[in-house]
T-cell receptor, first 116, second 113 residues
Framework: GAVVSQHPSWVICKSGTSVKIECRSL??????MFWYRQFPKQSLMLMAT?????????EQGVEKDKFLINHASLTLSTLTVTSAHPEDSSFYIC????????????FGPGTRLTVT | QKEVEQNSGPLSVPEGAIASLNCTYS??????FFWYRQYSGKSPELIMS????GDKEDGRFTAQLNKASQYVSLLIRDSQPSDSATYLC?????????????FGSGTQLTVLP
């Protein structure tokens, strides 16, 4: 149990385009999902907290108009990087909180984004 | 002071030895504590959760929690080269969102064959 998938696993896009990343909890319901970004050899950085059916809460310094988050159902959250720039190139990881297992969070495999 | 502190390492142990990873946290009201393992280039994987004082064992892993000292540790017995990874300590602080975890910066462990 506790499987979280992400799609795509890697993506290369041109500067100025938008990229959508999907995060799904496959075998449990996730009322809360989290989006992180990680640069090479650095710590996880929380970008936003996403609750099903409501607006996401963004961390300080994260532009909500650039990183659009939608949590449409108890098993799906999406992150759209709009007007991507090379500095947005990073490893994006989602995690899902299993409602019936306290605060345990399970991570997806991550999406490696490269903006050229 | 960081909310969750870990020695960054690297920590090197020989194969078969016990690896000891430590973590301290600042929010005394924290209730939930987790250890994640992250291999290079991969996402974190939950390996242990602990909620009450004392020891919790799962296979070769033992998590230890001491709320009075605000200290949580992870012991890995019979360390294997495949245990080489970065280990992240995560805490659910009382002051933060009930759903959000605060992560330490991680300890890099290398198990030498």
């Amino acid at each position: 149990g506790a499987v979280v998938s992400q799609h795509p696993s890697w993506v290369i896009c041109k500067s100025g385009t938008s990229v959508k990343i999907e995060c799904r909890s496959l075998d449990f319901q996730a009322t809360t999902m989290f989006w992180y970004r990680q640069f090479p050899k650095q710590s996880l950085m929380l970008m936003a907290t996403s609750n099903e059916g409501s607006k996401a809460t963004y961390e300080q310094g994260v532009e909500k108009d650039k990183f659009l988050i939608n949590h449409a159902s108890l098993t799906l959250s999406t992150l759209t990087v709009t007007s991507a720039h090379p500095e947005d190139s990073s490893f994006y990881i989602c995690s899902a909180r299993w409602r019936d297992r306290g605060n345990e969070q399970y991570f997806g495999p991550g999406t490696r984004l490269t903006v050229t | 002071q960081k909310e969750v502190e870990q020695n960054s390492g690297p920590l090197s142990v020989p194969e078969g030895a016990i690896a000891s990873l430590n973590c301290t946290y600042s929010d005394r009201g924290s209730q939930s504590f987790f250890w994640y393992r992250q291999y290079s280039g991969k996402s974190p994987e939950l390996i242990m959760s602990i909620y009450s004082n004392g020891d919790k064992e799962d296979g070769r892993f033992t998590a230890q929690l001491n709320k009075a000292s605000q200290y949580v540790s992870l012991l890995i017995r019979d360390s294997q080269p495949s245990d080489s990874a970065t280990y992240l300590c995560a805490v659910n602080p009382l002051s933060g969102s009930a759903r959000q975890l605060t992560f330490g910066s991680g300890t890099q462990l290398t198990v030498l064959p």
